[in-house]
């Protein structure tokens, strides 16, 4: 067939040549279309393939009246001759497309229905629309561009500071799988807030090869390890072995380090909305030198080391290797997370401040001393924060952005406040 059927011109986003014919009397050309179907909803296709089958086969069009059985598999048409397809009684009504069309469904229409002009008006919204959309992206990635260029984004503070990545952490050590969809990463994410969570995944990574509820109870009821052990079975971290013994899939996962990590990215990156980076290091960059986080917010170069080890576990040298890094990097903002409860008074606080106090003076400045900002939260100058998880890590992540942004941001703080950090 050469011709296309009137009622059905402009129908369709794809191929619209009808590749059969009705043996009616007289006879009629009816054409196959495949339709893209996103503007209508499954009531108002039923109702139109319904009044298509009306249409070419003779029944009855009474909305909501289901058309005999065997219509469906070609029951004849006034003249008594069924319609073929490739030699076989065509199936009137909504079928299946394949993929390749991008295309719902594909429906018969008859020469003259009132659905011929559906098509072409379906057509030309979708058109408008996707020139719209062509549009808005070009200008999305034109803005990229200008804020990497221009607005200081993560990746331009880098290179101006002459550093590329090196090397990342690999996706096997981090206890969510890679293959974890955006549903399983937000409800990891959402669980991760809880202290206890942190703790008990510390305890599975330690009894990796096999472990009961009752052996995850250190900082949880039993009814609360059950719970967060069947989420962690949903997500595929861990497997059960019996009714009562679970054991880690993640073989490669061998600290809770990378994971928290990733963690408090994710809250810079969902609550702050920085442009974050975690788990990186950098060609020639201090020994130890992998960053755990860093991120770009308000035209700033934030570098956050994060620590799941309590005080105890963290010594001198650690902290040391913090400072080195932040000289090497030279951000604006530096900040200590340790992952506790704990007081940071005790041992962290004396360790940071004898940290700086051992640096030369022209590379700490007035930094030497550390003072306490609140709770558990310590600052160097407003420029170095040490801090806990006490109070929660976002709302102590918070209170160390705020007070930077009114004491130690050069351009917000006031002049005496800036004359004072020049002394």
């Known amino acids: 067939m050469n011709e296309k059927a009137s009622g059905c011109e402009g129908v369709g986003a794809t191929s619209v040549a009808p590749f059969w014919e009705a043996k009616a009397s007289p006879p009629q050309r009816v054409g196959v279309y495949f339709l893209t179907m996103r503007g209508l909803n499954p009531s108002q296709i039923q109702d139109m393939v319904h009044d298509e089958r009306a249409r070419v086969c003779g029944y009855p069009a009474t909305s909501g009246t289901t058309p005999p059985r065997a219509g469906l598999h070609g029951r004849p048409c006034a003249s008594g001759a069924a319609p073929l397809v490739r030699g076989r009684p065509f199936p009137y009504g909504l079928m299946r497309a394949s993929d390749q069309y991008s295309a719902v469904g594909m429906v018969v229409i008859q020469r003259g229905s009132p659905y011929g002009d559906l098509g072409g008006r379906m057509e030309g919204d979708w058109r408008q629309i996707r020139m719209e959309l062509r549009r808005l992206e070009a200008q999305v990635a034109s803005l990229k561009r200008w804020v990497e260029r221009y607005g200081g984004g993560l990746k331009g503070m880098l290179t101006r500071r002459g550093l590329q990545v090196h090397r990342r952490a690999p996706e096997d050590r981090f206890l969510l799988p890679p293959e974890a969809d955006e549903y399983q ?6 669980l991760l807030h809880r202290y206890s969570f942190r703790l008990l995944l510390r305890d599975v990574i330690r009894l990796r090869e096999g472990f009961g509820a009752e052996e995850l109870t250190s900082y949880c009821s039993i009814r609360t390890a059950r719970g967060y052990l069947s989420t962690l079975q949903a ?4 497997e059960k072995l019996s009714l009562e013994r679970w054991r880690l899939r993640r073989t490669r996962v061998n600290s809770f380090g990378e994971t928290l990590e990733w963690f408090v990215a994710e809250i810079l990156r969902r609550e702050f909305f920085a442009d974050v980076l975690h788990s990186v290091s950098f060609r020639s960059s201090p020994p130890g030198g992998d960053f755990d986080v860093l991120a770009c917010m308000e035209g700033i170069l934030v570098y956050i080391e994060v620590k799941s080890s309590p005080p105890r576990g963290i010594e001198a040298e650690e902290v040391q290797g913090f400072l080195r890094r932040r000289e090497f990097l030279a951000p604006h903002l530096a900040l200590f997370l340790v992952d506790t409860h704990l007081r940071m008074r005790d041992k962290m606080a004396p360790i940071l401040e004898d940290a700086l ?12 001393r550390v003072h306490r900002l609140r709770k558990e939260i310590f600052h160097a100058g407003h420029r170095i924060y040490l801090l806990n998880a006490s109070r929660g890590i976002l709302s102590n992540l918070r209170v160390c952005f705020l007070d930077f942004l009114r004491h130690g941001h050069p351009a917000t703080c006031t002049a005496v406040e800036n004359e004072d950090l020049l002394q």
Not at 185 to 190: E, I, L, Q
Not at 357 to 368: D, I, T
Request: charged share 25%; proline share 9%.
């Open 357 to 368: 106090g051992g640096g030369p003076w022209e590379v700490f400045g007035p930094l030497r």
């Open 185 to 190: 990463r937000d409800r990891f994410y959402r």
């Open 235 to 238: 997500l595929g971290i861990v």
